[in-house]
């Protein structure tokens, strides 16, 4: 799950302990969510960064949530196509587990994985929510360690 991280970064989610996966806008990033579910991990990826690359742990504990920015007209991510009575977007709650001790950078995913083993090392890839394949995250965990708290 990829955030900007002058936007909402990992030590915001440390800060915070938990929240909202809002504002997706996506329909494809918007299914990936949905297919997540409570206790899976999730790596927090700092997008927009110099170097962009891998950088915490989190872990979803509750899917199937409206998007309330979604109906906000002030929020950025107001949808005035979107009703309450049939909302477009939903969102999760991730908690924050821990901080790895070294960034895994995107140069080095492109070392380490190709395009099919690992969606977010394609270029031009602009989704914020990419799936990780169980011996993809094997693989990532084993690269990085365990994450710090």
């Known amino acids: 799950m990829k955030s900007e991280p002058d936007v909402f970064g990992i030590d915001h989610l440390k800060a915070e302990g938990s929240t909202l996966w809002d504002g997706i806008r996506n329909y494809q990033a918007r299914n990936f969510m949905r297919e997540m579910q409570v206790g899976d991990r999730a790596f927090f990826y700092h997008s927009n960064a110099k170097p962009p690359g891998i950088v915490g742990l989190m872990e979803v504990v509750e899917t199937g949530i409206t998007d309330p920015s979604q109906f906000e007209p002030s929020n950025k991510y107001f949808d005035p196509a979107s009703k309450p009575e049939a909302p477009r977007w939903d ?59």
Do not use: H, M
Request: proline share 8%; hydrophobic share 40%; charged share 25%.
């Open 91 to 149: 969102c999760a709650r991730l908690k924050y587990l821990g901080v790895f001790a070294q960034q895994l950078s995107l140069d080095k995913l492109r070392e380490l994985f190709t395009e099919e083993t690992l969606p977010v090392v394609r270029r031009g890839n602009r989704l914020s929510i990419l799936p990780v394949s169980s011996p993809s995250a094997a693989k990532l965990l084993e690269f990085l360690g365990d994450p710090l708290p």
